[in-house]
């Protein structure tokens, strides 16, 4: 779900009766609450009820972002802790009245609700912002237009490149997670889980075969004869003595030396 609201105040006035209701109570509260000293023992009690007396604009704001994706009782908490932020920050003497200073604060908490704690993937906060430009902008285009918009329409209208376009939708897709247990099939058979493929044990064994023609080629050549009629003429030690004329154990020496030989390299050449 997108949030494409602005941070710009919304006058007072604007609001509904029961978001403005405790205006002046409230007012009277904060100014008492600014009036005293901070280590004051009335001040925690003046806080707490200058914050229930404005919780009305708090819920008013989270239910204008309700039906995009997040429970309403999660936006009005985050909107509740961006209202506790303006009633702890707020300075009368400024001579901007509480509900101007607030909103903005609110709606901020909301939107940063939404960018960090919505998106199943992290991705940089430019995309995410990105994002939220380029669904704004095919919405208006789409109206301007009068069909959907291509990449360059979007990235003119944003004043942005086209790789930069490209990149913010290749972003969005992190937006939202599809669970692998998703079924794929017509009869529900099969998931998307199943699609994808496992480890292939074939790479790793084509790898040695390329690395082996090198470190074969480090070895004499008497020890490159005995591993051949080893391993590729499947001869035994016995057979491969007669053959080269040296006795069976001398073999077995050679045959050993020559693999330790053949697993440093090989060791070697992955590192």
Do not use: C
């Not at 009277?28 to 001040?43: D, I, K």
């Not at 309403?72 to 400024?94: H, N, S, Y």
């Not at 992290?122 to 095919?138: F, G, H, K, M």
């Amino acid at each position: 779900m997108t949030v494409t609201e602005t941070t710009s105040t919304t006058p007072a006035e604007t609001l509904p009766a029961a978001a403005t209701a405790p205006v002046d109570s409230a007012a009277e509260l904060l100014n008492a609450m600014a009036a005293m000293p901070a280590g004051h023992p009335s001040r925690a009690s003046l806080r707490d009820r200058a914050i229930e007396a404005w919780l009305p604009l708090a819920r008013h704001l989270a239910h204008r972002y309700s039906g995009r994706g997040e429970p309403t009782d999660d936006l009005v908490q985050t909107a509740t802790v961006g209202l506790i932020k303006a009633v702890d920050k707020f300075d009368p003497e400024r001579g901007v009245d509480f509900a101007g200073y607030a909103i903005p604060t609110i709606i901020g908490e909301i939107k940063r609700h939404f960018r960090d704690r919505t998106w199943s993937v992290r991705v940089p906060r430019r995309l995410q912002e990105l994002r939220l430009a380029i669904t704004e902008a095919n919405s208006t285009l789409t109206h301007s237009l009068g069909r959907s918009p291509t990449v360059a329409d979007v990235a003119a209208h944003l004043g942005v490149t086209e790789e930069d376009v490209l990149e913010g939708l290749e972003g969005a897709r992190a937006y939202n997670a599809t669970s692998l247990s998703t079924p794929i099939s017509a009869d529900g058979t099969t998931e998307l889980g199943d699609t994808l493929g496992g480890e292939d044990s074939e790479f790793e064994l084509a790898e040695t075969r390329v690395a082996l023609g090198p470190a074969l080629a480090t070895l004499d050549e008497r020890e490159q004869k005995i591993l051949t009629l080893r391993f590729y003429g499947n001869l035994t030690q016995s057979q491969i003595a007669d053959q080269i004329g040296i006795s069976q154990m001398h073999v077995s020496r050679l045959l050993t030396k020559a693999l330790t030989k053949l697993r440093g390299q090989l060791a070697s050449d992955t590192l």
